[in-house]
Nanobody
Framework: QVQLVESGGGLVQAGGSLRLSCAAS????????MGWFRQAPGKEREFVAG????????SYADSVKGRFTISRDNNKNTVYLQMNSLKPEDAAVYYC?????????????????WGQGTQVTVSS
């Protein structure tokens, strides 16, 4: 069975940094495009960042571009999201997602597998 397990969330002061990790099992990790989404209370789930199976291409939401970096280690079956210069509006539950395709998409409906999420809280 496929499992995606996020970790690394927590409470951080505005301007601080966090590194999220997503450990995958039960799938051929290197053949999947990976993505990070987030959802704040009362809001829809939104795309944050994506990375192709080879790591050669990445995509970011405009709101996080220049502050967040997505990466992956196929040997460890893990994808990361380095979050710097965090803002209060970044607070949300962050979800890891996998898509068995070669391209990055921003629509949550196109991702097949999801983790349970990890909470990120940013204080002002």
């Amino acid at each position: 069975q496929v499992q995606l397990v996020e970790s690394g969330g927590g409470l951080v002061q505005a301007g601080g940094s966090l590194r999220l990790s997503c450990a995958a099992s039960g799938l051929t990790f290197s053949l999947h495009t990976m993505g990070w989404f987030r959802q704040a209370p009362g809001k829809e789930r939104e795309f944050v960042a994506g990375i192709t199976y080879s790591g050669g291409k990445t995509s970011y939401a405009d709101s996080v571009k220049g502050r967040f970096t997505i990466s992956r280690d196929n040997n460890k079956n893990t994808v990361y999201l380095q979050m710097n210069s965090l803002k209060p509006e970044d607070a949300a539950v962050y979800y890891c997602a996998a898509r068995p395709a070669l391209t990055i998409t921003t629509m949550a409906e196109t991702y097949n597998y999801w983790g349970q999420g990890t909470q990120v809280t940013v204080s002002s």
